[in-house]
């Protein structure tokens, strides 16, 4: 049976190129691996990552999770002018996390748009071990062209503060790309089979280029609820390759 450590949740701030972020970090009774940032998707906010984050921690992993700049749902400053600045809040998430837990490296996993971020992070920051993607693609641009996906922008294209959501979802794409083949490190690719936005043959295509350090995973479920139905998978492959 999986451990299960008691978790203390403590709000916090985090301060990235000047901008206030709003988060919380989910510490368990005793540690029992690398602390773990967790970063959100376009819109959402770190209430989407919350029973990721109180599972991981359960097993003894310290973890994060924040509220992206300029995003409405979320408690945080600022504007997302481009989809670098989301590079920049995940690395100050690391520096936060590794500060509180007094360790060197930690693992990121991040859902859709965080995902896209948290490898362009890894690429060129060695304090990053392992990063996880859940529903992320080089290619996510496309399925905001279908039809689900204009329903789901006209729903929510107004959910964050800056550039338009067109600008953000093709610059995502474009953090993917750059990644592959800057830094090789343990990374885990999730897709959800009823994921009609990011479609699990984008994840998978994403994860053959990356290289030979890739695991892909197919999950149930659609593109909303992937952090909470990848959780097992996640937790199961930290084991494997995060301290």
């Known amino acids: 049976m999986r451990p299960r450590a008691k978790v203390r949740l403590h709000r916090d701030v985090l301060w990235a190129g000047g901008i206030r972020l709003a988060a919380l970090v989910y510490e368990p009774d ?3 691996g690398n602390p773990v ?3 959100h998707g376009y819109t959402g906010s770190k209430e989407t990552m919350d029973v990721l984050a109180g599972y991981l921690c359960a097993t003894g992993r310290m973890c994060v999770t924040f509220d992206f700049r300029g995003h409405k749902l979320g408690g945080s400053d600022g504007s997302m002018d ?3 600045d989301a590079v920049g809040d995940v690395i100050a998430a690391v ?5 509180r837990s007094g360790l060197e490296e ?3 996993v991040g859902h859709s748009m965080g995902g896209a971020a948290a490898l362009a992070a890894s690429a060129h920051d060695d304090r990053i071990g392992a990063v996880g993607l859940l529903g992320a693609s080089a290619s996510v641009e496309t399925g905001f062209d279908t039809p689900a996906g204009e329903v789901l922008m006209a729903q929510r294209g107004d959910y964050v503060v800056g550039a338009p959501a067109a600008v953000i979802l093709n610059e995502t794409g474009r953090l993917c790309r750059r990644a592959l083949g800057r830094r090789s490190i343990p990374a885990l690719f999730v897709a959800g089979r009823g994921d ?3 479609r699990a043959d984008a994840v998978r295509e994403l994860a053959r280029a990356y290289g030979h350090e890739a695991e892909f995973v197919v999950v149930e479920g659609g593109h909303m609820d992937l952090p909470v139905r990848a959780r097992g998978f996640v937790a199961g492959w930290l084991d494997r390759v995060s301290g």
């Open 30 to 32: 005793e540690l029992r």
């Open 37 to 39: 940032v967790l970063a």
């Open 82 to 84: 481009s989809a670098e």
């Open 95 to 99: 520096e936060r996390i590794l500060r």
């Open 106 to 108: 930690a693992a990121v």
């Open 196 to 198: 009609i936005v990011v």
